[in-house]
């Protein structure tokens, strides 16, 4: 059985659209039919049975972006955390959440992988043919927890990791949306200002043949060359983003950007907690998941964003595999706060390193929404305060020559 995407019309001539779980094509048009629909189009959204963890690739709906994205892995998680825990089978499990997925494309890769399950694979297996929706730790957890006989308790503590995650995420996105928002209006009012209405005040005074003040010129000047070269310099920097893209796609340079971001003032302290705290959340869930320490390092190591710091937990795995203690092996690599540094000291010591890492990786979490609070707290002031000085300075180049020309007139 597996999952089918359709449109069909039904006896009022309306068309649907939805998932099915059928064998095959055929069985998906039959079972359409006896629910009184005429199907338009049925598409299949999985690989043959048997394919690898390359299937995905060959799946037309994941062309385009997953069909789970952050929200929709924090939602499944969750259901397939409390159906597993009530003691309800995998397969059963996953045809409810599908029921319940939030679009189509979502519970058509629910039931592929209720699919694979159905055909004697693993849960983590059956998720292997689609690692955009499921990524590598959640994947290794959910192996973890099969081979323990622990499942339902795994994928309890996935969904919580994976909400908390999402919820940081949304945190930071929601407090930078304000300031965002602001620069851009505010950036869109000067350019129109500058665009249509200098020119017209600038005729004006041009007319009366008065001496116009540095700050109305250099105005002026502005204006003119947005109007004249303003599609060229828009070229520019829509050329200088898709440049920088090409040249962050290429694994050098990528290194070296994100090395500059770890010695850079201003985003070292922000780069490195936000590496640290995903480095030692992903740890934390595989280790005390059951996975095998040199198993999670690696795992954790391929879900750091940072790619030097990537490097360097690479680096600490072989030294981890060569004999060497994890807290000598992450202090020696000299990429982590001290903080995370003495809590894996301190859970390796007592034995408790699963545990110790998920506390290390809340208070890294707590320092950087902290950091990213202050951050936000100073960009909105200083947001107004350079773009309102902008329209200031518009203002008065504006109004001191129309101050002098009242000033002749009085004359």
Do not use: C
């Not at 869109?188 to 005040?201: A, E, R």
């Not at 030294?319 to 000598?328: Q, T």
């Not at 110790?356 to 950087?368: G, N, V």
């Amino acid at each position: 059985m597996a999952g089918f995407l359709y449109q069909a019309v039904d006896a009022d001539g309306r068309t649907r659209k939805g998932v099915v779980e059928a064998a095959s094509a055929a069985g998906a048009r039959a079972l359409l039919r006896e629910r009184a629909l005429l199907p338009v189009s049925v598409t299949a959204t999985t690989a043959p049975a048997g394919g690898d963890a390359g299937a995905e690739a060959a799946n037309p709906l994941s062309a385009l972006r997953p069909a789970l994205n952050a929200r929709g892995l924090t939602l499944v998680s969750r259901q397939l955390s409390t159906l597993l825990g009530a003691g309800v089978r995998v397969e059963e499990a996953l045809s409810i959440v599908a029921k319940q997925a939030p679009t189509p494309r979502a519970a058509s890769l629910l039931l592929n992988v209720r699919a694979g399950v159905l055909d004697g694979k693993g849960l983590a297996e059956a998720m292997a043919g689609f690692p955009a929706a499921f990524p590598e730790f959640f994947r290794a957890s959910i192996a973890a927890g099969e081979k323990s006989g622990r499942l339902a308790d795994v994928v309890a503590h996935l969904a919580e990791f994976v909400e908390m995650r999402q919820r940081n995420r949304q945190k930071v996105n929601l407090a930078l949306l304000y300031p965002s928002l602001l620069a851009v209006v505010s950036i869109g009012i000067i350019v129109l200002l500058l665009t249509y209405v200098v020119p017209d005040i600038t005729r004006v005074f041009a007319s009366r043949g008065a001496e116009l003040p540095g700050l109305t010129r250099g105005l002026i000047v502005v204006s003119d060359g947005l109007n004249r070269w303003g599609w060229a310099l828009a070229l520019g920097i829509a050329g200088g983003i898709l440049a920088l893209r090409f040249w962050l796609r290429i694994p050098r340079n990528r290194r070296a950007f994100h090395r500059g971001l770890l010695r850079n003032p201003v985003t070292r302290r922000i780069s490195t907690q936000s590496n640290a705290a995903q480095f030692a959340g992903t740890l934390a869930t595989l280790v005390q998941s059951g996975v095998p320490l040199l198993d999670s390092l690696k795992t954790a190591a391929n879900v750091t964003p940072n790619l030097h710091i990537r490097e360097k937990i690479v680096a600490l795995t072989a030294k981890v595999r060569e004999g060497v203690s994890l807290r000598v092996a992450v202090a020696e690599a000299e990429v982590f706060p001290p903080m995370l540094v003495a809590m894996v000291a301190s859970g390796e010591t007592s034995s408790d390193l699963g545990p110790t890492l998920a506390r290390a990786a809340a208070d890294q979490q707590r320092e950087l929404d902290a950091w990213v609070t202050t951050l936000v707290a100073l960009i909105e002031p200083a947001v107004l305060l350079i773009l309102g000085g902008l329209v200031l300075m518009m203002v008065m180049s504006i109004l001191l020559p129309i101050v002098g020309l009242n000033d002749l007139a009085g004359l």
